[in-house]
């Protein structure tokens, strides 16, 4: 559901791997809205399709296997899925900047950590190296690297996990975008580093007014930063709604089994209670609902037609046969 201040648009987003086994079809038929200023975060188990669909908002999908195969991404106006390649350029790590998963491999091991945060200032902020250099220290600073002007002389090796994350924020900060997207940025850190990078993430969010793109597997992480929550399962989404919607008011049998794996909630029972079986191949999914198989609520209706995104109220919806009534007209 689109309003004004939606900046990012993704509507029935398929993207599709060819491999030699068959297609996998990692997102199919995702449909949300980015607003200005708010966090927006993307939750679920490995393999559900959270990465792909953030990738294919750059349009950074590995092309072969991956391929965009349908729906439109509009930032704005603008359909990145028609822009030029010279275009994306412009806007990627400009106006739309992303932190990756793994700080270890993103980083150049060759080149020091300033050097890789004063380069998008220099191509696309257009300073000199005096200036930038000036920039990628304040920016240092500002995600909390203790004795910055030594560190900028570092390469990624000498410094710790949670060092490299922030080095990383730096870099997608460096250009002043106005959406940023966070694929897993907290899952190699500990618990103290973990939220202190939280924490950044809030300021950033409260101090620059910036959209956040959250990516995460654990539903526990985004309880103090999200102001919207979608569940994915499958490659599609299976519930979305307002932090509170989603932890107070949970709908989908899926949402209730990541909240039930929550340590947290579990305490009071005295041990977990995980979701049973695993996530099915998106290559040759079971027909119908995809969650079915591992559903203790399914119902033979679910066995036989993949389930609209129902309205339970508001903007919060779940694609679940259990709330049969009039379905959300094209998603959140």
Known sequence: MATNNTILQVSELKTYFFTRLGVVRAVDGVS?????????????????????????ILRLVDSPPGQIVGGEIKYHNENLL????????????????????????SLNPVLTVGEQIMEPIRLHLKLGHRQARDKALSLMKQVGIPQSAERMAYFPHQL??????????????SCNPEILIADEPTTALDTTIKAQILDIFRELKQQMNMSILFITHDLGTVAGIADRIIVMYGGRIAEAGSTLDIFDQPKHPYTWGLLNCLPTIAERREKL????????????????????????????????????EYVISGEHIAACYLYQKAPASAGL
């Open 32 to 56: 949300f809205g980015l607003r200005q200023g708010e966090c927006l975060c993307l939750v679920g188990e490995s393999g559900c399709g959270k990465t792909a669909t953030a990738l294919s």
């Open 82 to 105: 028609r822009s030029t390649g010279a275009r994306l350029r412009q806007i990627r790590g400009n106006r739309i900047a992303m932190i990756f998963q793994d700080p270890q491999s």
């Open 160 to 173: 710790s996990g949670g060092m490299k994350q922030r080095v990383m924020i730096a870099a997608a900060l």
């Open 273 to 308: 209670s995980p979701i049973p079986g695993m996530i099915p191949s998106l290559i040759d999914p079971p027909e119908g609902c995809i969650f079915h198989p591992r559903c203790q609520w399914r119902m033979s209706v679910c066995q036989q037609a993949k389930p609209p």
